[in-house]
């Protein structure tokens, strides 16, 4: 067996049933420590993202806005997953796949309101100023004993700097190199060179520049997307119940079945909750630990504040696009598509053939744009990520070292072949899960009283609404 087979055996072991539980299985238990106030306040929690006070860094201390802390961690989160991934669920796993992604999605709100909750809760200040959090910084301030916390800590960091080159960069230059060629026919080498380029002139400015150039490219990239995703949708119209119904019933279905929006595909239920739970996982990334970096930099008064403006990510992330994107699929019919070749279509050419449908050659050219806008997003959120971990790891002093890395590992990744490098990245990430998710289980109690002593705030924010 070949070095590359090896690690391909690898990470189909640890994504395997066990990491796919603890994942689920941490979010069941934070929403039911915390009495359901993630999914009691999600309403609050999307009016506050969208209100003027999220674009403000007027209350409490931090270096950028809780909208724009928000848009790093969407930037790192909304990349190829909300395409390619979601067509991948589907194609291994069934239609049903999709229902088990938003399940993954409404217990992940718990998860990532928790780790954001608390990254801020046990934030610090660096000797360069900036405000530095994340779980390595929960996991040493906030756990005993202190022996427990430092060593998880160290884990974490060492294991988020290969996945944010790996994953965060190397694959995202790849699938933008991949996703131009087709289009334009542009050589891997010239886009490699200019993503490199672009994305070091942007990280060289820090979490300011990254939350930027995020807060302007994110809502923008996503608004297009969707607005095209809603008009294959309206052109399928007639046929979107048929397919939400066997969603639902392919789900929870004990035996294989196919038809309607099955197309040619046959998958038990155990197989749509497999693909659907680990793809969920993968989009959103509740539980990993990551959106917990850029929301350790937010400007907020209250941890708890800053944990459900971080939540609503797996909302937008998930229950929005990877749905539209699902329906889209299931909808237009093409599941289940042979290629010339015979083999079944999967991927981003799957959701490229379901935009094709209604809007013709034009609808394949938005879905390559959307993975070129998409990854380097998370090109620039992974980034960051990454430079958090070094420095924790190193110092701030080496953290132009690390950008300089970074940006040659996009360039060299644009012209290679990368499916080890993804098995890598995934295994890499799924070691990150691990300290995060004994990190918080154990502070699960803290993130629990901080969410109940914030409760009498979002009290008066309705009732004040409600007069109004």
Not at 45 to 68: C, T
Not at 125 to 153: F, I, N, Q
Not at 202 to 217: F, K
Not at 279 to 291: L, N, T
Request: proline share 4%.
């Amino acid at each position: 067996m070949t070095v590359a087979a090896w690690i391909a055996r690898i990470d189909r072991l640890v994504w395997g049933p066990g990491m796919l539980a603890l994942l689920m299985g941490t979010g069941v238990f934070l929403t039911l420590r915390t009495r359901f106030l993630p999914w009691r306040n999600l309403g609050w929690a999307l009016r506050s993202v969208l209100g003027r006070q999220a674009r403000s860094g007027a209350r409490g201390a931090g270096d950028v806005s809780p909208f724009s802390a928000l848009m790093t961690t969407l930037a790192a989160t909304i990349g190829t997953g909300n395409i390619a991934g979601v067509a991948t669920a589907l194609a291994a796993g069934g239609p049903g796949a999709l229902v088990w992604m938003e399940l993954s999605a409404l217990f992940g709100l718990s998860s990532k309101c928790a780790e954001c909750l608390l990254a801020v809760k046990y934030r610090r200040r660096s000797d360069r100023g900036e405000m530095c959090g994340g779980p390595m910084y929960t996991m040493r301030h906030g756990l005993r004993p202190k022996r427990l916390g430092a060593v998880l800590a160290l884990c974490f960091a060492l294991f988020t700097i290969p996945a944010s080159l790996g994953m965060g960069d190397m694959a995202q230059a790849n699938s933008i190199a991949l996703a131009l060629e087709d289009s334009f026919a542009l050589p891997a080498r010239i886009s490699g060179a200019a993503t490199a380029l672009l994305a070091f002139f942007i990280i060289r400015g820090g979490i300011g520049r990254i939350s930027r150039v995020c807060s302007a490219v994110v809502p923008a990239m996503a608004a297009l997307y969707l607005l095209a995703g809603l008009a294959v949708l309206l052109g399928h119209l007639t046929a979107l119940p048929g397919a939400v119904a066997e969603m639902v019933r392919l789900a929870f279905s004990p035996t294989a079945a196919a038809g309607g929006a099955a197309g040619a595909l046959t998958a038990s239920a155990l197989e749509a909750a497999r693909w659907g739970i680990a793809r969920g996982c993968f989009s959103h990334e509740a539980g990993m630990g990551s959106a917990a970096i850029p929301a350790a930099s937010a400007v907020t008064d209250s941890p708890a504040r800053q944990g459900y403006v971080s939540m609503t990510g797996v909302f937008f992330d998930t229950t929005v696009i990877c749905t539209v994107t699902g329906l889209c699929i299931c909808a237009s019919g093409v599941l289940g598509t042979a290629d010339a070749s015979g083999a079944p279509v999967n991927g981003t050419a799957l959701t490229a053939l379901a935009f094709e449908t209604v809007l013709g050659p034009v609808g394949g050219l938005l879905v390559n744009l959307g993975i070129v806008l998409f990854a380097f997003s998370t090109i620039l959120g992974w980034e960051f990520y990454g430079e958090r971990a070094f420095a924790y790891l190193f110092g701030g002093r080496a953290i132009p070292l690390y950008r300089i890395l970074f940006a040659l590992a996009a360039f060299f990744g644009a012209a290679q072949s990368l499916e080890v490098v993804w098995d890598l990245s995934d295994i890499f990430n799924a070691l990150m899960a691990v300290p995060n998710l004994i990190s918080l289980l154990l502070l699960s109690g803290t993130a629990a009283r901080e969410l109940e002593s914030f409760q009498p705030v979002i009290r008066r924010a309705r009732r004040a609404r409600r007069r109004r």
